[in-house]
């Protein structure tokens, strides 16, 4: 039987001489290199096709209606009751400034507001819960938080629910009034 001298390993030094012999191991026992890596042809993907299938987190009821900066101004100039305007970020956000008429239901750090019963959330909140018959418009600081409390909104049952999703920043940016608590 014939070895190569890379299939030889040696045991550590040993009290005996006897055991400091070579040993032969045979070479499928060695460990093996990894076999060279193979050439993956390039894929081309277009995405220039839009798909219409609902991503995972949306909602079925339905989408929102978008409000751009100049809706959001004629729904502070003539309020209705019948629609309520609300900032969702956190508490010490809304201090440094809101958009005029806005109410603040913080998302982040009170999720389920939406979806506690009246009395709780007046409780919690300060003011009467908006009913499911009012139209219900979500601003947040640049448009994420605002899309969650939508879709929060449309689960607990609420079908009028819109979003300006330019948000806190777009309205700053563009100089719209502001108020403070």
């Known amino acids: 039987m014939s070895t190569s001298r890379s299939a030889l390993r040696f045991l550590p030094r040993a009290a005996s001489a006897a055991a400091r012999r070579p040993c032969i191991v ?15 042809s390039r894929v081309t993907v277009s995405l220039s096709k839009q798909v ?13 209606k ?20 609300i900032d969702v970020r956190e508490p010490a956000e809304y201090d440094d400034g809101f958009i005029p008429t806005a109410i603040n239901i913080p998302v982040k750090s009170a999720p389920d507001a939406i ?18 018959a009012h139209e219900l418009v979500f601003y ?9 409390a939508a879709q929060l909104a449309r689960q607990s049952g609420y079908e009028k629910v819109g979003e300006y999703r330019g948000s806190w920043m777009d309205w700053v940016q563009r100089g ?5 608590p």
Not at 140 to 148: E, I, L, N, P, T
Request: with cysteine.
């Open 26 to 40: 045979h070479p499928n026992a060695l460990p093996q290199q990894a076999p060279p890596a193979r050439r993956v």
């Open 52 to 64: 219409d299938k609902p991503r995972w987190y949306s909602s079925s009821s339905g989408s929102s």
């Open 140 to 148: 947040c600081k640049a448009g994420v938080r605002s899309s969650s």
């Open 176 to 180: 719209g009034q502001t108020s403070k």
């Open 115 to 132: 979806f506690m019963d009246p009395e709780e959330f007046e409780d919690k909140f300060g003011f009467q819960k908006p009913s499911p």
């Open 66 to 85: 978008v409000y751009d900066y100049e809706a959001v101004q004629e729904l502070i100039k003539s309020p209705s009751v019948d629609r309520v305007l």
